[in-house]
């Protein structure tokens, strides 16, 4: 089968966006594989498909697949992306939608500048939300929150790491760290990722705060790896972040690709207040491709 697709970018996350709004493509776990793969296929972190509205009082459905084929519930930065391939394609008029998600429906619109706000949706604290298996650990008091101390091993050496978890949708721990750079990153990403505790497995992010309006951060995603900037993860670190009392309610997150600007009213007598992502979204190119028969 061959087909169309466009690649973007929202801060150096990448994506193949498909339009499924005629028909639905019904790929394969291995064919999203493929389209991901960097030298087989076209590359990215994730495929997303922008499909006709499932119901009245949205405009599409926004569904989400990683790199290793799997499917999510949510992803920040290709929201953005979403917003720009409908508008530019013509599919809507607005310079705003109503997009359905696995985890609810999200807001985007796109700014006089270019780029584009997201409202998130409110976070949860909720750690079975993510789901969290909390047997036998006790949460650890940090400023009006809490963190969880993660051993990452069964040694009495394994590092023992404090993570606060946040669900955007989809899991998030994420952890402060001196200096993001010297984070280590690619070797505790993954063992927190497919750590016992987080069935569904979970998103990592490791966080510098440099004041609190400013931190940097790099993400490993659940399904992806490390990627060069991730929305949800934003989102979920600048949460976290304000509920430790480390940081004001807008703060500029500098990531490896591109900087995005998070911002949140915190918990108000109504309930935990949505989470507005703000960044850029960019078309690469377009393209057609064979797909391999898939089982
Ligand atoms: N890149 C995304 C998140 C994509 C999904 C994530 N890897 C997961 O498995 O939950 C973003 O920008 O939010």
Not at 142 to 171: F, K, R, Y
Not at 232 to 252: E, F, Q, Y
């Amino acid at each position: 089968m061959r087909i169309r697709f466009t690649k973007m970018q929202g801060a150096g996350n990448d994506f193949v966006v498909l339009d499924e709004t005629r028909a639905t493509l019904d790929l394969t776990a291995a064919q999203y594989r493929f389209l991901a793969h960097r030298q087989f296929g076209v590359g990215a972190d994730q495929i997303l498909s922008v499909r006709p509205a499932p119901a009245q009082g949205v405009d599409f459905e926004y569904v989400i697949h990683n790199a290793d084929g799997g499917e999510v519930e949510q992803c920040g930065n290709g929201a953005r992306c979403f917003m720009r391939f409908v508008h530019d394609k013509g599919l809507i008029r607005r310079d705003s939608a109503r997009v359905q998600t696995l985890a609810g429906v999200i807001e985007p619109r796109i700014n006089p500048d270019g780029r584009v706000t997201v409202d998130m949706g409110a976070p949860v604290f909720d750690p079975a939300a993510l789901p969290f298996d909390r047997s036998g650990l006790s949460p650890v008091k940090e400023g009006e929150w809490e963190t969880w101390h993660l051993a990452l091993g069964a040694n009495a050496d394994s590092p023992i790491v404090p993570v606060a978890l946040v669900s955007m949708g989809n899991p998030h721990a994420v952890q402060e760290v001196p200096d993001v750079d010297a984070a280590p990153v690619r070797t505790q990403g993954p063992l927190i990722e497919h750590h016992s505790r987080f069935p569904n497995r979970v998103n990592a992010g490791f966080m510098q705060v440099v004041d609190r309006g400013n931190v940097r951060l790099r993400v490993w995603e659940r399904g992806a790896g490390e990627t060069l900037a991730c929305g949800t993860g934003a989102c979920a670190a600048v949460v976290a972040g304000i509920r430790l009392g480390r940081l004001d309610h807008r703060v500029d997150v500098t990531t490896r690709g591109g900087l995005l600007t998070i911002e949140w009213g915190g918990i108000t007598p109504e309930g935990a207040a949505p989470v507005l992502m703000t960044g850029p979204a960019v078309t690469v190119f377009e393209g057609e491709i064979e797909l391999p028969d898939s089982p």
